[in-house]
Each structure stands twice: as structure tokens, then as C-alpha cells.
């Protein structure tokens, strides 16, 4: 009798551990965040602080840099918003990795009309173990359109390196 509770529990402490091992491999072995509203730090970087979504904790808030925890393929999109009102006929920022410019996004007025105008920009990386992605080297930063949802930073990690 006794020998049957002890492989009992031998099985039910096994069922546990590799249930938690499991769950824990689901956990770690994901990245997705999706942040709004910018705020300018400086014109090198412009950080997200409302944060939608940040599955496995890679995106900061308070700096507004995505830190790859797990490397592999991700999708990055970006968008940014300027309001017409503003008096500046152009604004751009970049979606960079390590410092460097990747992605594009550029808006010139033509005969503004009091309306918001947003241009978004998304790409497939290659990412290492932490390399840092961001939204910055802006021109005209202080022109940006922060009212909430309209410019926003958002990343997923679509297939791990194995």
C-alpha cells in the first residue's frame, strides 16, 4: 500500500514539473507588445508609454526600446501621426535597429486642411538575443501628434532561431 501511494505521487509530482516546465516554455518562448500615445524624450527616441499589450516583457515604456529577449524572425509596424494645425509641412521618424535607420516614415503637406495625417511603416527583421528596436531620429518630433491611438509602436515575434 504504501509503495503505491509513493509511485502515485511520483507521477503526480512528475505531471507538475513537466506541466510547469511546459507552461514556462510557452511564456518565455513569446514577444509581442503594442504601445501609443508618443512622447518625445529626445529627437534621437520617442517612446510609447501606453502600453496595449507586452507578452514576455521585452518592450520598455519608460525608454520606448524593444530589447530582443529571444532571436528570430519578428514584424515590426510603426505609424505616426501630425496634426495640420501645427504649421510645419513635414515631419519623419525612422524604425531603427541598434541605432541604425531601417524603415521610413515621412509626411509632407501639401495644402493642409486641419486634419490629422499618419504614415505607418512595417518590416520583417532578423533579430539577435539584444539587439534594440525603436522609433527615433525624428525630424520636426515636436510636431507629432500625441492625442492617443493614432501613432503607436507594435512588434511580434514570428519564428524563434532553433
Known amino acids: 500500500m504504501y509503495h503505491s501511494v509513493s509511485v502515485d505521487n511520483f507521477f503526480a509530482c512528475t505531471f507538475i514539473s513537466i506541466y510547469s516546465v511546459i ?6 518562448g513569446t514577444s509581442m507588445f503594442t504601445a501609443t500615445s508618443p512622447s518625445i524624450i529626445d529627437t534621437n527616441n520617442i517612446r510609447f508609454p501606453t502600453v496595449l499589450t507586452n507578452q514576455g516583457n521585452d518592450y520598455n515604456s519608460s525608454s520606448g526600446v524593444f530589447t530582443c529577449r529571444i532571436a528570430g524572425q519578428y514584424w515590426f509596424s510603426a ?15 525612422f524604425i531603427m535597429i541598434n541605432g541604425s535607420h531601417k524603415m521610413q516614415m515621412r509626411h509632407y503637406e501639401v ?12 518590416a520583417g527583421f532578423l533579430l539577435n538575443r539584444g539587439d534594440r528596436v525603436q522609433v527615433g531620429d525624428c525630424i520636426n518630433p515636436g510636431f507629432l501628434y500625441n492625442g492617443g491611438m493614432e501613432s503607436f509602436f507594435s512588434g511580434v515575434l514570428i519564428k524563434p532561431d532553433v
Request: a positive charge.
Open 23 to 28: 507552461l514556462h516554455m510557452l511564456y518565455s
Open 79 to 93: 505609424s505616426i501621426a501630425k496634426s495640420s494645425s501645427n504649421n510645419v509641412g513635414y515631419t519623419y521618424c
Open 111 to 122: 495644402n493642409p486642411l486641419h486634419a490629422i495625417f499618419s504614415k505607418t511603416a512595417s
